[in-house]
């Protein structure tokens, strides 16, 4: 079935790992792919722009079916093939309840509250140019969300609902991969960071990690001490 696949991906793009590390959950290793380049605009090439109009990775297809958007994907793989691999999304009612809550809870915040509103901020502005007051507020912001997601796993043990790695993983450690590539510090959050830790020997992560990670440093590192 993997032959059948294809992904148009961008290496360090949280929506492409995403969907990347469930193709990996659910047994596809082999599918074909195409590693898109973003600074050269590659999103935006006939070859994308024919499957996905908006001209955006993550692209995929499975046979005749094209799929685009990462939890589109993800939820694909885990509805269509749920006999293969890792069972993402449990049959059980209540846990299957707190893994839809997670993964969706994942989305609503922390990409905004990390990415969009506190990492982005810090990589479009000068660290003089900084109003105090607007980094205290936002460090606060991201602090208190953080927590949330440290006590979650605090109740939960080894995975972000219980026991098994599930689909709220899949969306959940991409968003702290990049925030930690881009100088984001667990010390404060001691069960993220031994999450963190954890995860990033799982085969499937490791196997998707972004492949300009592993050859570069990060080239930023946000104001992160004071939390």
């Not at 995403?18 to 050269?40: H, P, Q, R, T, V």
């Not at 140019?129 to 460090?139: E, G, S, V, Y």
């Amino acid at each position: 079935m993997a032959e059948n696949m294809f992904l148009y991906w961008g290496s360090g793009s949280v929506p492409c790992w995403k969907a990347m590390i469930a193709l990996e959950e659910k047994g596809f290793s082999g599918y074909k792919n195409k590693l898109i380049s973003f600074d050269n605009n590659e999103m935006k090439g006939e070859d994308v722009l024919k499957l996905n109009p908006r001209g955006e990775v993550p692209t995929f297809t499975d046979g005749d079916v094209v799929v685009n958007e990462s939890g589109a994907i993800c939820e694909y793989l885990e509805s269509t093939y749920k006999d293969k691999g890792t069972q993402l999304i449990p049959s059980g009612t209540k846990q299957r309840a707190l893994v839809l809550q997670r993964m969706n809870e994942a989305v609503a915040n922390l990409m905004h509250k990390m990415l969009l509103d506190y990492l982005y901020e810090f990589m479009e502005t000068k660290e003089e140019d900084m109003n105090p007051d607007t980094l205290a507020r936002k460090t606060q912001t991201l602090k208190d969300e953080l927590n949330r997601w440290n006590d979650y796993l605090g109740q939960t043990g080894a995975y972000l609902t219980g026991p098994d790695f599930t689909m709220a993983d899949v969306y959940f450690f991409p968003f702290i991969g990049f925030g930690v590539r881009l100088g984001l510090n667990l010390n404060s959050f001691p069960n993220i960071k031994s999450y963190y830790e954890r995860l990033s020997s799982r085969p499937s992560i490791k196997a998707t990690w972004p492949p300009h990670w592993k050859e570069s440093p990060g080239s930023f590192k946000p104001l992160t001490g004071k939390m």
